[in-house]
């Protein structure tokens, strides 16, 4: 949960692992994964392998066409390279498939109240 945090848990698995990497779907400044960060840092400093990273919205106004939208969230295939990055692991492109589908059309699953 993010109010209380669950700091337990969270120093729990970077204890384990001496790695964190948050992602948010808010922007960067002011959100709950510097928090997150900023915990974990405090509790396991001499524990981490790697600095910490964390993932959320460029700190601007969403654009608002089709072309520029494409980069302004994080994708799969972006989380997956960082994820590498933080373990020294060397990724495949072929492994990394692109997205055909729109990157602006939710999914199945998504019912909207429009």
């Excluded at 709950?32 to 396991?44: E, K, Q, R, T, W």
């Excluded at 373990?87 to 998504?110: C, N, Q, R, T």
Aim: aromatic fraction near 8%; include cysteine.
């Amino acid at each position: 949960t993010v109010k209380p945090l669950d700091q337990d848990s969270i120093i729990n698995s970077v204890s384990k692992t001496g790695r964190l990497l948050v992602l948010d779907t808010g922007a960067i400044t002011g959100s709950v994964a510097g928090d997150i960060i900023a915990v974990v840092c405090s509790s396991l400093f001499d524990a981490l392998k790697i600095a910490p990273k964390r993932l959320g919205l460029p700190d601007h106004p969403e654009p608002t066409s089709y072309g520029m939208t494409a980069r302004y969230y994080n994708s799969a295939k972006h989380i997956v390279g960082v994820v590498a990055t933080m373990m020294g692991l060397a990724i495949e492109k072929s492994f990394i498939s692109e997205d055909l589908a729109h990157h602006d059309v939710p999914g199945k699953w998504f019912r909207g109240p429009f």
